[in-house]
């Protein structure tokens, strides 16, 4: 159960132990400095790509194992139009050439405009990218960092990491998302059967 070996530790252990294995992910790492030379505004990378190489250090299996791609959020509320969010990911897909894995990229203020058509249910208007996160649709997966002003990594987690670090996925029922909730929740048991997934 060397797995488990951070479950139940206090937050600010658990928050180190995270950003440590962050650091030391080839992949994130690399990732991370080309994202801060982007110089998005308000800019955080979430979830699946951070989650995963979390799981992956502590079940001994290698950097970038399940892992899909990378989420890049950003906030910038100046323009709501498609194109000016179009001319961010044209010119991060050049930025990002000849990583391993693609870098998706959402402007986080505008998923209320797209958001209702795609999955038949409202959303929030954000006011920031890291609120974004605190409506993902499993606690465990809403994790985020960047580069503070100090240089060092910042953890958004509005949830605390512990069914991160428990190898559980807990469902957020601020909105409907259950399908999306159960269907994560597969998808990481066949890569990880240590997980448990806590029912809707």
């Known amino acids: 159960m060397d797995h488990l070996r951070y479950s139940g530790l206090p937050f600010e252990k658990q928050r180190q132990a995270f950003l440590d294995i962050v650091a030391a992910d080839p992949l994130l790492a690399e990732t991370l400095a080309r994202v801060r030379m982007l110089v998005l505004p308000d800019w955080l990378v979430v979830s699946g790509a951070l989650y995963n190489s ?3 250090h502590l079940t001994g ?3 970038g194992y399940g892992i899909r791609d990378v989420d890049l959020f950003y906030f910038d ?51 920031s990218a890291s609120e974004s996160v605190g409506y993902f649709a ?4 809403a994790v985020g960092v960047r580069y503070g002003a100090d240089g060092g990594l910042e953890l958004v987690a509005p949830f605390g990491l512990d069914d991160l670090f428990s190898f559980r996925i807990t469902p957020s029922r601020v909105m409907d998302n259950q399908r999306t909730h159960e269907a994560k929740g597969k998808r990481a048991q066949e890569y990880w059967p240590e997980i448990t997934v806590v029912p809707w």
Do not use: M
């Open 77 to 127: 509320d100046s323009d709501l139009s498609y194109e000016a969010e179009d001319a961010v990911i044209r010119r991060a897909a050049a930025h990002f050439e000849g990583l391993p894995l693609p870098v998706e990229v959402r402007n986080q203020a505008r998923v209320h405009l797209w958001y209702p058509q795609k999955f038949g249910q409202p959303c929030p208007r954000y006011t």
């Open 138 to 141: 499993s606690k465990t997966h």
């Open 54 to 56: 979390v799981w992956n």
């Open 61 to 63: 299996k290698p950097s």
